[in-house]
Each structure stands twice: as structure tokens, then as C-alpha cells.
């Protein structure tokens, strides 16, 4: 059974840093590309991040110089350290497995970040 579960989430004032975490199970990880996702209230969700099976990173321009994104493939553990948050990275954060041999994705619950003083 696939399952990938995201924690770290939580309430921080603006300037802050939160890291979340996505712990991945049933999946081939090391043949896989993770991703990071959000959604706002009212918004579609939109790509926050992608670090593929090797090594290589992507980054939307809203979070370019403030979030990384890294993978611990012995651990199956893809993370978000996210840094200077703003506001406006308020959001359901979800991670995303892709296998890059099949193509079949696989998404978790989300886990909340709210910035706000």
C-alpha cells in the first residue's frame, strides 16, 4: 500500500522557518521524483518544489532562495526546510511521489502552514 505522510506543518510568524517532512512507504523511492505542492484558501494548487531520483532541484520563482528541498533516500524521507516565510506561503502543503520508470503518482494528505503574526 502506497502511503506518503507529510508533517512539520504548524503556525509561524512572518520571518520564520518551518521544515516539513514526507515519509514514504509502498514506493520504490529511489526511482522516484518528490514534489512538493501547496494550496490556499480559494486557490488552486500550485508547485512549490522537485528534487529528482538524482539529486537534481527545481524551484518555483515565489520560493526560489528561501525553501530547499532534499531527500534522504536511505530513510525514504523527502523534506522542505522553508525559510524568511511570508504570508503569502500560507497553505496546505502536500508531497508528491512520482516513479519515473511507470509514471504512477502518489500524493499525501497535506499538512497545514500558517504564517501569521
Known amino acids: 500500500q502506497v502511503q506518503l505522510v507529510e508533517s512539520g506543518g504548524g503556525l509561524v510568524q512572518p520571518g520564520g522557518s518551518l521544515r516539513l517532512s514526507c515519509a514514504a512507504s509502498g514506493i520504490i523511492f529511489s526511482l522516484s521524483d518528490m514534489s512538493w505542492y501547496r494550496q490556499a484558501p480559494g486557490k488552486q494548487r500550485e508547485f512549490v518544489a522537485r528534487i529528482t531520483l538524482g539529486g537534481s532541484t527545481i524551484y518555483a520563482d515565489s520560493v526560489k532562495g528561501r525553501f530547499t528541498i532534499s531527500r534522504d533516500n536511505d530513510k525514504n524521507t523527502a523534506s522542505l526546510q522553508m525559510d524568511s516565510l511570508k504570508p503569502e506561503d500560507t497553505g496546505a502543503y502536500y508531497c508528491?511521489?512520482?516513479?519515473?520508470?511507470?509514471?504512477?503518482?502518489?500524493w499525501g494528505q497535506g499538512t497545514q502552514v500558517t504564517v501569521s503574526s
Open positions: 508528491k511521489a512520482r516513479n519515473r520508470v511507470t509514471g504512477y503518482e502518489s
